[in-house]
């Protein structure tokens, strides 16, 4: 496993949430594995909407593109999986989605599961996900923190109590069994709920972590 190196795609154009993510990613994927970011350019610096999710698709397809000698497997870091399609299709490189990577592993074994998050504007791209995966029957649907998705992200306590609001209703409203906080700029905020919930609280990027360790160690 020696010297495996994992690409980062952030599809929102700002660096330091890619810093953040990938070091969530190195904590989770220990040793024996580079996991090295690369962030959008042409994208915003926070996708909220689904023209915003799809205008992305080409770039990460690019930025996968550029760098597939470099490494051995890639993770695109943005909920809604934008180019995960196009990358897939066109190479032989392993590649996974933090979306669809949480919903894979919190379905196991029949588990039921909602998604708590920040951008209404992105509902029925969200929806779509688990129909695509085969999981819509153990999926709850979604709850959105209260407040402007830009200002969340500015502020972390903020950011917290609205997600732990979106995550509660999950539980008690929709009876979901795990709830997963959806979206790669939340990670650290995922991080920080899970010990406050007795339910399962689920931070997308180690999953998408784990997801493509094994498939390039098959």
Same mark, same amino acid.
């Given at each position: 496993m020696a010297g495996?190196?994992? $690409? $980062?795609?952030?599809?929102?154009?700002?660096?330091?949430?890619?810093?953040?993510?990938?070091?969530?990613?190195?904590?989770?994927?220990?040793?024996?594995?580079?996991?090295?970011?690369?962030?959008?350019?042409?994208?915003?610096?926070?996708?909220?909407?689904?023209d915003a999710l799809e205008t992305a698709a080409p770039?990460?397809?690019?930025?996968?593109?550029a760098n597939s000698c470099e490494c051995d497997g890639i993770i695109v870091s943005?909920?809604?999986? %934008?180019?995960?399609?196009?990358?897939?299709?066109?190479?032989?490189?392993?590649a996974v989605g933090i979306g669809e990577s949480a919903m894979l592993e919190v379905a196991e074994n029949g588990r039921r599961f909602g998604v708590a998050t920040t951008t209404p504007l992105l509902k029925a791209k969200i929806d779509a996900l688990p129909e695509t995966l085969g999981l819509r029957s153990h999926y709850t649907g979604t709850r959105f923190a209260d407040g402007?998705?830009?200002?969340?992200? $500015?502020? %972390?306590?903020?950011?917290?109590?609205?997600?732990?609001?979106a995550v509660e209703a999950c539980i008690a409203q929709d009876g979901a069994e795990a709830v997963i906080i959806g979206g790669g700029p939340l990670g650290?905020?995922?991080?920080?709920?899970? %010990?406050?919930?007795?339910? %399962?609280?689920?931070?997308?990027?180690?999953?998408?972590?784990?997801?493509?360790?094994? $498939?390039?160690?098959?």
């Open positions: 495996r190196r994992i $690409l $980062l795609i952030n599809p929102n154009s700002n660096k330091a949430t890619t810093a953040m993510m990938v070091a969530i990613a190195r904590s989770s994927a220990g040793d024996g594995f580079d996991i090295v970011g690369a962030t959008a350019k042409r994208a915003p610096t926070m996708i909220v909407s689904a770039e990460v397809e690019e930025i996968a593109h943005a909920f809604g999986d %934008p180019g995960l399609a196009g990358i897939k299709a066109a190479m032989k490189l392993p402007d998705p830009h200002e969340l992200i $500015l502020d %972390p306590s903020l950011l917290r109590t609205a997600l732990a609001g650290e905020a995922a991080r920080e709920l899970q %010990p406050m919930f007795t339910v %399962p609280v689920i931070a997308p990027i180690p999953t998408a972590v784990r997801r493509i360790i094994r $498939l390039v160690t098959v």
